[in-house]
């Protein structure tokens, strides 16, 4: 088995009492360039510094604000804003007669990089059915492979026979496997390879298929599927759980010695997996066919199933003690209809769909989790860039997603933690996270700052700004928790507990307890850390070097003094290339494929570090063009840069734009390059259609000397923007 140590932030193992007497709280594993930075201060002052922590030289200075108001925990706090300061390094805020902040943090561009990576290997910890080996800060985790009689089906009328239904993750803190909370798990992940792709292809897993065919992310997603394959009945029906009656006890896993078995088959769970199914199908697409076209039958067997099935099928479960996960399923055949739809095209999923979604009163809410799924399917139909959808119902979808987007920044704003959502329940510290889908959806549709502020600042909440001055992410921070209620923690042998977990959090704005046995606020679960990793992954930087490890351009791995393994001589036959740029692949309707956009690989074409901009969907369809499904994205920011490996050669490069956002001329004012060069400047994309939400094709010329072409979009006033990135050769390629 391949063994890789996790070597990320540092924490402060201490026990520690619920109540914290530090008068700082704040992000306790740093805070991201570029985004927002504040911290909580519990008593009145009136300035702060933050000292760097090596010199001891103030480099900024700001005044404390407020007061602000905490209604859930009765606490009148005050705030340190240093969001415009941007200096990478590692500070101490300290409030001049009065103290400091407990512990020093970082301000980089990559602050969160680690506690994704962190966040995964958590899903790694809870594999069922395999060894786990890993290696955290010095400490060894392991635990043998477990669970290999999963599962009876004696709930099928097959008393004492076995389906071989082994593999998966662990739910929780126990060691059960549940289809309906995998569904938003999975959902959640999904959701987040298809919105940070940049991120995730080429994050590193210590996980034994890391450089293997899949990029570390989704091989990890796979071990999930897999076992979510053995849970769909011949007849398309999927089992809700597998299970034993009665929750074992705090023993490894390898230990758990009770049967466990495949339970009745559900509407809400078949759904859910029809959901993951066709989701999943899309993402492996790209990297192993054959998997995706074994994943999306899968999804139609169960939509099948489900339209002859109309009816809510709740499975009987009164044998089991175990996780219920029960819920009334039209929330979960709406998102199975929306994701059947983006994966096959079928006018017959469309219709379901926008049927069930002008059912919905509000159409989005806010807080949600597995019971409530329905924001899930609600993200992929806004954000879809496939045609045919009502229109009017379209922009409800998009208004009601802002809307509530720009709830939660107000929300923010006003806390005195910067807590964006009201309640406090079972397992709501995932829901904070779980703000993130939302926020982020919303930044796609309508381009605000403050929606990504946003989950910086639930982060921020999570990883120590909150009324307990702790991190609630084991393994990483300040005091994060030490007795989570979580088995191989409790009973490994290892004072510190297994890594990279979120724990439930308060049912009460303060009555969290870092005890084992309180299920009720210091479990752990899938579902909780699937939100968590799409919150990093939202405020973590594009790695900056190294390539997936899926594509075989990828380099070779290194000691210092290798060298990399440099990537083939262009295709001279390859005469043209396109990117849709901030969007997946498309073939438009005169049959020209548009490659779908990704960062550099060399060999290859992509967004360069430094110029990735952000990604958003663009609004109504738009005129000028044959092809409106190609102007649905836009990348977008300051400055744009893009690669293409091409032979040496005359090449016409071809920009595709549209303004979206003004509604005038002299907004918005471009220079486009090539190879560096200025080949168009003063470009008011406005101006040059004469409306908005009009195409603009602006065509240069260049000769590639080598095999590089770089590409250039910059805003001169406000940003730059780019739909597509064309690329044709003129001259005679001299191949065979």
């Not at 928790?481 to 977990?501: A, K, L, N």
């Not at 679960?525 to 799409?534: F, G």
């Not at 919150?535 to 003094?561: E, Y």
């Not at 939400?693 to 072409?709: F, M, N, S, W």
């Amino acid at each position: 088995m391949l063994l890789m140590t996790l070597a990320l932030a540092a924490t402060t193992s201490l026990h520690a009492a619920q109540e914290s007497q530090d008068l700082v709280r704040l992000s306790s594993v740093g805070y991201a360039t570029g985004l927002a930075k504040q911290a909580t201060v519990m008593q009145k002052a009136d300035s702060f510094e933050l000292v760097d922590h090596a010199s001891g030289a103030v480099a900024f200075t700001g005044q404390v604000t407020g007061p602000y108001e905490c209604p859930d925990s009765a606490e009148t706090v005050y705030r340190a804003d240093f969001t415009a300061f941007d200096t990478p390094g590692r500070y101490d805020l300290r409030l001049p007669g009065l103290g400091q902040s407990p512990i020093s943090f970082i301000i980089s561009e990559d602050a969160y990089n680690p506690q994704l990576a962190l966040a995964m290997t958590g899903f790694y910890g809870w594999r069922c059915g395999t060894e786990v080996s890993l290696d955290y800060q010095g400490r060894h985790y392991h635990h043998q492979a477990c669970h290999l009689q999963d599962g009876l089906l004696d709930y099928f009328g097959k008393p004492g026979v076995l389906r071989k239904a082994t593999g998966g993750w662990h739910d929780a803190g126990d060691y059960n496997k549940y289809v309906v909370n995998a569904g938003v798990t999975m959902g959640c992940l999904l959701q987040a390879w298809e919105h940070f792709p940049g991120v995730l292809k080429r994050l590193p897993l210590p996980i034994p298929e890391h450089g293997g065919p899949l990029p570390d992310y989704l091989a990890e997603l796979k071990w999930e599927l897999d076992w979510l394959f053995t849970m769909q009945m011949p007849d398309g029906g999927v089992s809700g759980k597998l299970s034993s009656r009665q929750f074992d006890a705090f023993e490894m896993p390898e230990q758990d010695g009770s049967q466990r078995f495949l339970a009745p088959v559900g509407s809400a769970a078949t759904a859910d997996f029809v959901a993951v199914m066709a989701q999943a199908s899309r993402a492996f697409a790209a990297y192993d066919p054959r998997y995706a076209q074994r994943l999306i039958k899968a999804s139609e067997k169960g939509w099948d199933w489900l339209k002859a099935h109309p009816e809510d099928l709740q499975p009987d479960y009164s044998d089991f003690k175990t996780g219920a996960y029960k819920t009334e399923d039209p929330d979960d055949r709406l998102w199975a209809a929306v994701e059947m739809w983006e994966a096959t095209g079928s006018a017959a999923a469309l219709a379901e769909a926008e049927r069930r979604i002008h059912e919905q009163s509000p159409i989005t809410e806010e807080d949600w989790d597995w019971n409530h799924v329905k924001d899930l399917g609600l993200v992929t139909y806004a954000l879809s860039q496939r045609g045919g959808r009502d229109a009017d119902l379209l922009e409800q979808v998009r208004s009601g997603l802002v809307s509530a987007a720009d709830t939660m920044v107000a929300r923010a704003k006003s806390h005195g933690f910067g807590r964006a959502l009201v309640s406090h329940y079972w397992g709501s510290n995932g829901t904070v996270a779980r703000l993130a889908v939302i926020l982020m959806s919303a930044d796609r549709i309508s381009h605000q700052p403050a929606y990504r502020d946003t989950v910086a600042e639930q982060l921020a909440y999570l990883y120590g700004r909150n009324h307990y001055g702790r991190s609630q992410v084991t393994g990483a921070g300040y005091k994060p928790p030490m007795h989570p209620h979580h088995r191989p923690s409790g009973s490994d042998g290892i004072e510190e507990p297994w890594p990279g977990y979120l724990v439930g959090g308060g049912t009460t704005a303060t009555n969290w307890k870092d005890d084992q046995p309180s299920y009720a606020t210091n479990e752990v679960a899938i579902n909780w850390n699937a939100a968590l990793v799409y919150a990093l992954a939202a405020v973590s930087a594009p790695p900056k070097s190294g390539t997936p490890t899926a594509l075989p351009t990828a380099s070779a791995t290194c000691t210092p003094t290798c060298t990399p393994t440099p990537p083939p001589a262009a295709d001279p036959c390859l005469t043209e290339r396109r990117i849709h740029c901030g969007g997946e692949r498309l073939v438009d309707r005169q049959g020209k494929a548009w490659e779908a956009d990704q960062a550099w690989l060399p060999g290859a074409y992509g967004y360069l570090p430094g110029g990735e901009g952000q990604v958003s969907v663009t609004g109504p369809p738009k005129s000028g063009t044959p092809d409106p499904e190609l102007y649905y994205s836009e990348r977008w920011g300051p400055r744009l840069a893009y690669r293409m490996y091409l032979a040496p050669g005359f090449w016409q490069v071809r920009f595709k734009m549209a303004e979206t956002y003004f509604h005038e001329a002299g907004r918005r004012s471009m220079t486009l390059k090539l190879q560096g060069r200025e080949v168009a400047s003063g470009i008011d994309l406005y101006a040059l259609a004469g409306d908005k939400d009009k195409a603009v094709d602006i065509t240069a010329t260049v000769q590639l000397q080598g095999q590089e072409l770089d590409i250039e979009a910059i805003g001169d006033m406000d940003n730059a923007t780019l739909m597509g990135l064309e690329a044709v050769r003129l001259d005679k390629p001299s191949c065979k």
